[in-house]
């Protein structure tokens, strides 16, 4: 039953040795990849960019219905194409309207060159903003 869901959500490529189904969850963890590569973005999907070994304990977490890998992102796919949703927060002193255009510019890029189908949209919701960094870039070194 939960092997029909997952084949029904599955984007199908036919080749002369049969079939690849592709599920959306793919896109969004080549998504999350992508875009905690990027500067200025807090790591918030849980993408395994440490290797091997933290994508199969990613997976397996997620499996188990732990956190999954790509909190954050949304991926659905109609009209012969991806939508993709992707919520991320900011570091402090970071241009947003440049990073979004930035990470929507990627992510096209990198989901259509991987699948060969179009990205219809990718929509950024900025979750809010890490001021973690902000003595880093200067700002909140102020004493009384």
């Known amino acids: 039953m939960a092997e029909e869901k997952r084949l029904e959500k599955a984007q199908i490529y036919s ?6 189904h592709m599920d959306d969850e793919v896109i969004a963890s080549a998504t999350a990849i992508t875009v ?4 200025g973005i807090v790591n918030t999907f849980n993408a395994a960019s440490e290797g091997f070994i933290g994508n199969m304990t990613d997976n397996f977490t997620g499996m188990l219905g732990k956190k999954s890998a790509t909190k ?3 991926v659905d796919f109609k009209n012969d194409g991806y ?6 927060k900011v570091l402090f002193g970071y241009c947003i309207p440049d990073l979004a255009n930035d990470i929507q510019r990627r992510v ?3 989901i259509e060159q991987m699948t060969d189908k ?3 949209s990718v929509d ?7 001021f973690n960094n ?3 870039v200067g700002m909140g070194d102020q004493h009384a």
């Open 72 to 74: 954050g992102i949304r």
């Open 118 to 120: 179009k990205v219809r």
């Open 15 to 20: 080749t002369d040795f049969g079939t690849i």
């Open 134 to 136: 902000v003595n880093e």
């Open 36 to 39: 905690s590569s990027m500067e």
């Open 108 to 110: 096209k890029m990198e």
């Open 83 to 88: 939508y993709i949703v992707i919520n991320i």
């Open 124 to 130: 950024i919701f900025v979750q809010g903003i890490d």
